[in-house]
């Protein structure tokens, strides 16, 4: 038997009884003699004693660091000078006469637990994992997992899954292709996301469809994104936008509070996406931090300054915020800092004033008046900095303001941003001008159900239909985002001529749709929320690599396996596939 208890295991009740344990030396410390190891494992760790009158004695001399071994003694109580509150099985120790080695260990690169550069901790993710702290984000990410299914299960929903090897269903970003061999010089796609077929499942009755579905996108990885990632992919049929956010709160809210014990509110704010923008300068606010962007387009009306004035005469808005009890620490120079900020979201820079004994400002001389105003009808307090900018283009204006009211709020007032704020965000525009490509495309996709009667109304303006899709929030991170479905050909090949898709082309790519919608569909509606977020989010976790057991690098690497790499010959023959590298 390699053991009778784990290494968390062993209490003060346990004395005087004989134990094996197995696991990974941590630590090694020689006290006159005496050895002390301290053996890991998932459970936690125990100290174990072994004397110099010890059988064990000459097998522990052996031993390193990482060493995988079994031991078996006597469980002892600590003298009480030597007992470790910190640890559950502090109270106790083990008196060793029996070691094995069961495997020995090289000298790590980095001990687990201990920092190590990221690079290193992906090469030897076992090592890492080994440490703890991964670990726990797995445990809870196991955790979360459960209690999802359990909460879905308990509401009638089926766990049906899906194809990887798939036809492209594009949710805007680019597949990842694997080779035909049966059928030379065609391509599967790995799923961007389930959506067009848990669609069909809706078509063919199963009514409520979830899955932890596995996704990809061939994206250039930015910040805290993996080319695969997890959803909890959710659809449903004879629903309205209200039935699918009431059962993801209550989804959500279970979550919190089976994993780490937190209550969130009964029912979630809805925000519409236009007033998100507008308060917070985001569809996707982080509202702990408050200071709300206020319109500020009156005071200026009849400004002299003449940027502002340029600005506003041509049809431009004015927009700021308040920074509260800021005076003291702002400065020119943090001001300039500011300016420099937003120019990269294309604005031409911000403005600023202080409220302290009266309105202190570089631009005082200019704006006098107009700050005044703001400071009356804002009912400033002493203290108090507002940050005021122009521009000609709303949602411009506002993720400039928006971005750098996050930037402050995490940099000077990071205890605000502590705890939970999840909300959803509604009523999206249907679709976005995509400049590259001068065409419009589906903000959420093309699936998504606009607002039939803005179809009509906006045949000339389309950037004003709004769609029938939400976004769940939590602490500024887009956890997830769905909408109520089209279930009808004319609808559907309606968007499509919107989106710039020939008839062909729509018939080419989503035919099977197209023809499903004709055999009876019922209206449906749906969500996917990205698990790796949410498990992050949860776990205080920045970024979502440290809750996935093996990710990927930013450049798309798995430092484990050194994969993507090159493939036999004979695999690219088969496949009829020949390489070509351009470097
Ligand atoms: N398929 C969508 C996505 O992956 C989610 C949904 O509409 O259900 O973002």
Redesign the pocket.
Not at 480 to 483: E, K, N, P, T, Y
């Given at each position: 038997m390699y053991r009778t208890h784990t290494c968390g295991e062993l209490r003060l009740d346990d004395v005087g009884r004989r134990v094996t344990l197995a696991g990974w030396i941590s630590r090694i410390r020689d006290l006159g003699g005496i050895r002390f190891l301290i053996l890991r494992d998932r459970y936690g760790e125990t100290q174990l004693v072994v004397t110099p009158d010890s059988p064990a004695y000459g097998e522990a001399e052996n031993l390193g660091r990482e060493f995988v071994v079994k031991a078996s003694g006597e469980v002892k109580m600590r003298p009480k000078d030597t007992v470790n509150p910190k640890l559950p099985t502090g109270e106790i120790e083990v008196y060793v006469d029996e070691l094995t080695i069961l495997s020995p260990s090289k000298m790590p690169p980095f001990y687990p637990g201990e920092e190590a550069k990221e690079d290193l901790r992906l090469r030897y993710r076992y090592l890492d994992i080994r440490g703890g702290r991964v670990l726990r984000n797995l445990e809870l990410r196991h955790e979360v997992a459960k209690s999802v299914r359990k909460y879905l299960n308990s509401k009638g929903f089926l766990e049906v899954e899906t194809p990887y090897l798939t036809k492209s269903?594009p949710?805007g970003a680019r597949d990842f292709l694997v080779p035909s061999r049966l059928k030379k010089g065609s391509f599967y796609a790995l799923p961007?996301?389930?959506?067009l077929f848990?669609q069909i499942l809706m078509i063919s009755g199963v009514d409520r469809y979830y899955q932890l579905a596995r996704?990809f996108r061939d994206e250039d990885l930015r910040a805290d994104r993996q080319p695969e990632f997890t959803?909890i992919?959710?659809?449903m049929s004879f629903v309205e936008r209200e039935d699918i956010l009431n059962l993801v709160e209550g989804m959500i809210r279970n979550v919190f509070k089976e994993t780490i014990g937190v209550s969130l509110p009964e029912r979630f704010d809805r925000l519409s996406y236009e007033d998100a923008m507008n308060l917070y300068g985001s569809d996707k606010p982080d509202r702990r931090f408050g200071m709300e962007i206020t319109d500020l387009t009156e005071f200026f009306r009849d400004t002299k300054f003449k940027i502002a004035r340029n600005i506003l005469d041509n049809g431009g808005i004015s927009k700021g915020f308040i920074i509260p009890s800021f005076a003291d620490r702002m400065s020119r120079r943090l001001g300039d800092e500011f300016s420099a900020f937003v120019k990269d979201y294309g604005l031409g820079g911000i403005v600023w004033f202080s409220v302290k004994n009266g309105i202190n400002s570089p631009t005082k001389k200019y704006l006098f008046k107009e700050y005044e105003g703001i400071s009356k009808s804002l009912k400033l307090n002493e203290g108090d900095v507002v940050v005021v900018a122009f521009h000609g283009n709303w949602e411009e204006l506002c993720n400039g303001l928006g971005a750098l009211r996050l930037k402050i709020g995490k940099e000077y007032f990071p205890h605000l941003g502590k705890g939970f704020d999840a909300l959803w965000v509604v009523d999206f525009p249907f679709l976005e001008w995509d400049g590259e490509e001068s065409r419009w495309v589906a903000r959420?996709?093309p699936?998504?159900m606009p607002v039939l009667e803005d179809l009509d109304k906006y045949r000339d303006d389309p950037g004003k239909i709004k769609a029938l899709?939400y976004d769940i929030i939590i602490n500024g991170y887009e956890v997830?985002?769905?909408?109520i479905?089209i279930h009808n050909r004319e609808i559907q090949e309606k968007v499509f001529s919107l989106i710039g898709l020939t008839k062909e082309e729509a018939l080419e790519k989503f035919g099977f749709l197209l023809d499903a919608f004709e055999y009876g569909a019922p209206p449906h509606?749906?969500?996917?929320l990205g698990l790796d977020r949410l498990v992050a989010i949860i776990a205080g976790e920045k970024s979502i690599r440290d809750v996935i057991a093996f990710p990927k690098t930013a450049s798309g690497i798995c430092q484990l396996t050194g994969a993507p790499s090159r493939v036999d010959e004979r695999q690219l023959r088969e496949l009829g596939i020949r390489v070509e590298v351009k470097e």
């Open positions: 269903t949710e961007q996301s389930p959506q848990k996704c959803q992919d959710i659809e959420h996709h699936f998504t899709a997830g985002g769905g909408s479905r509606g749906g969500i996917a």
